[in-house]
Structure formats: structure tokens, C-alpha cells
């Protein structure tokens, strides 16, 4: 009876030497498995994944419309829109020059037409005034010179423009202009585009009615460098004589004349000079002069071959 016993218990402790190995292989065969199948089954997934948005955009396209783009949305203010007529005054400084002028100001954005006329310095005798009529309808461009009661007829060649901040404006800030509680909020747009191109025109506009407030206009051509700043004031809406826009009889009788390209003049002429100087003197001064040069460098009549400028 021992002897059975022993050989029953060394043949058990065998056979569980014998399982137990092949349990284990058994364990590390199906391990070995799963980590080969992982990778396998993540690329069926991403595949099935890419199957079914083809499907869908392939319906979507069959079914006559177009697959949807990515846009960026822009969730700022937009550029308002000034109203389309209206008059006001303008002071530039041309800071090339070093020189400042003052404008009063026509703007039909009905009837396509602009005006611009010089206000008289009573400091400056011998000053030329000039008065501008734009009629973008015909592209005809008036410049009476009121010294001289003469008038030139030339082509536009650039097409209308509505006083406004640029579609493609970028936003540069918004701020109170005035004193504390008596101001009123602005905006500050540019021409700058982001990592692309630095501004060259900047304006600020009031958020309420879209009113110019200044304008900031440069340029860098080495032939013909322009800077300039102009405020906007007095402002009102609509316009109060339309007649401002009709040209005088000694414009009727003029042949129209290719654009002319103005070079800049002097603020006033002749240049007198005495000997010996006369100072703190009140003298008025005769222009003697039957021909005429043309108006001054002016943002106003510089500006207008410019994308940005209203002018």
C-alpha cells in the first residue's frame, strides 16, 4: 500500500510539472498575440474611420453641392460706413512741406460728386485759392482758381470712392477722445495687414454715425514723398446748397484735358523782397500773373491717385 502511494503521488506531481509549462506558453503565446494584433487593429480603425467621412462627403457632393471649407471668422467690429452725404471742414498739415491748409468740404455719395474749396489765410496776402468739383458721373474734374477767375477741365481717372474705412481695415484700438464724461468713443482702423505689410493710411472714426475724426496718410516714394494729417471738424449731415456742385460759366466754355500730373508749388507767389526789409507792416500784395500753374501739393489733390484716400 505505501508503494502505491508513493508512485500515485510522484506520477501526479509529473503530470503537474508537465501542465504547467505548457500552461504558461499557452499565457505567453496569447500575450505575444494581442500586442502584435494592437497595432493591426488600430490601422483598420483609422481606416474604417476614413471610409466612412469619403462616403459622406462623396454623397454629399453627388447630391449638387460643394464641399465645405474652413474660413475664418472675425467676431471684432466691423468698418462702418459713413453717410453718403455730407459737408464739414478740414485742417491738413503736410508735414513735407511743413505747411498747413484749411477746406471746406462737399460729399454727395448720391449723385458721385465731391468738393473741395481752400479757405483764405488772411496772414498769407498773395495766397491762391482754388475751388475743386469733382463729377465722377462724366470723370470730370473742375479747378477754378478764384485769384485768377480761371478754370481747368480734366479727365478722372480714378474711379469713385465712397468716404469710408476700407473693407479690409484692420482694427488698431478703440478709446474716448474728450474729457471724462463729456467725450465720446472712437475707433483707430489702418491699411496694415498683420505680418504683411505695414500701414500707410490710418483713420479714426467715431463709433457713433461713422464720423472722420483724422486721417494719417504717408507715403514714401522717393520721387514724390507724401505725409500727411488731416482733421475733420464742423461736420453735418446732408448738404445744404446743392448748387456747390455746378461749375461756373468760364468752366463751360473750357476743352477737357488729359489728367495733369501737379508738381508742388509754393503756398503763395510772387516772393517779394524789399530793401531794406520791411517788418511788422500791413501791405497787400497784386498777383500780376495771366497764367495758371495749378493748385498746391495737397493730400486733397495728391491723395486721390491712393487706394485709401476719399479724395
Known sequence: MPCVLWVARNSSAYLSDLVHPMAKLEASSTRLFASAWRPIANMIRVFMLLMTVGAVLGTY??????????????????????????????????????????????????????????????????????????????????????????????????????????????????????????????REWSDRLPARRAESWIGIFTIAGCWPIVEIFTDDDPQNPVSFTTRFFDLTPGIANMSVFDPPEICKSQTVHPEPEFEPEPEFEPELEFDPPITNQNFNVTIDDDKDSGPVNSYFKKGWNYLKSWF
Open 61 to 186: 457632393i453627388i447630391q449638387g453641392n460643394t464641399a465645405p471649407t474652413l474660413t475664418r471668422v472675425n467676431t471684432g467690429p466691423k468698418p462702418c460706413q459713413t453717410i453718403p452725404q455730407w459737408e464739414g471742414r478740414a485742417s491738413e498739415w503736410n508735414h513735407i512741406t511743413e505747411s498747413n491748409n484749411r477746406y471746406i468740404i462737399s460729399f454727395d455719395g448720391v449723385g458721385l460728386r465731391k468738393r473741395v474749396l481752400k479757405e483764405a489765410k488772411s496772414f498769407m496776402p498773395g495766397e491762391r485759392q482754388y475751388n475743386y468739383i469733382m463729377e465722377f458721373k462724366t470723370n470730370t474734374l473742375y479747378t477754378i482758381n478764384l485769384n485768377l477767375n480761371t478754370c481747368t477741365v480734366t479727365n478722372l481717372t480714378q474711379p469713385w470712392q465712397n468716404h469710408t474705412i476700407p473693407t479690409d481695415a484692420t482694427l488698431e484700438d478703440e478709446y474716448e477722445l474728450g474729457a471724462p464724461g463729456s467725450g465720446f468713443r472712437v
